[in-house]
């Protein structure tokens, strides 16, 4: 697969994490996922083309996904990826927690306060882990918690930034100069095949789904 297909792929699994609502991401969930956490899933050897491809981008999404602290009741502390300035975004759980229920972000927050509970972060965490949990902002308005991607500046998604990882992974620097160009239609040629993959995915998926998975009750 050329690395353009595979930023094209990226896009797409990009989208399964983050638009969870679509049709298509529901489908595959329930017929691949259920109760499976998406990043440590095993994927069937009888999957569809469409699966084994979003899958095989993990890797790559995941080097870039992160979550953005907003109000912390979206984000595990110990299971996701919140905290930028460590590998992998996400701290170690510590072998003893106080009695005080800690597993969501909010719950490091002062009682009705948009503020760090800076003792108990402290007491929680290496110095390390504390201190860039201390360095994220929290916002003063209700902002809920969002996914963003690190690999931009206004850290929003997008294939060309995929691309230029893929390249520099693979040691590509004619490829970048190429596809990174002003020139380069990035935008219309996503769009375009977003549009199809998507269309072709959804028809597929339903397709499946209604032929394996007559109870449709489980995607409402």
């Not at 994490?17 to 109760?35: F, G, M, S």
């Not at 084994?52 to 990826?81: A, Q």
């Not at 972000?105 to 972060?121: E, M, Q, R, S, Y």
Request: glycine share 4%; net charge positive.
């Amino acid at each position: 697969m050329s690395l353009v297909n595979k930023a094209l792929v990226g896009k797409l699994t990009w989208r399964f994490l983050t638009d969870p609502d679509a049709i298509w991401v529901k489908l595959l969930k329930a017929k691949y996922l259920k109760q499976d956490d998406f990043w440590s899933h095993s994927k069937p050897a009888l999957a569809s083309s469409n699966w084994k491809g979003i899958t095989s981008m993990r890797t790559m999404i995941k080097d870039g996904y992160c979550w953005s602290v907003g109000d912390g009741k979206n984000i595990c502390i110990w299971d996701d990826p919140w905290i930028p300035d460590l590998p992998g975004f996400r701290v170690t759980r510590p072998q003893v927690i106080n009695n005080r229920p800690i597993f969501w972000v909010c719950n490091l927050f002062i009682p009705n306060a948009k503020a760090w509970d800076t003792v108990l972060i402290r007491t929680l965490f290496d110095p390390a882990a504390a201190h860039a949990i201390l360095k994220i902002p929290i916002p003063q308005s209700v902002v809920p918690d969002k996914i963003i991607w690190t690999k931009t500046t206004n850290e929003i998604f997008t294939t060309k930034s995929l691309y230029r990882s893929l390249a520099d992974l693979h040691g590509s620097t004619s490829m970048i100069q190429s596809y990174s160009s002003t020139t380069f239609p990035w935008s219309l040629l996503t769009s375009l095949i977003m549009f199809l993959m998507v269309f072709m995915l959804s028809s597929s998926e339903e397709s499946s789904a209604q032929a394996t998975v007559p109870d449709q009750s489980v995607l409402s």
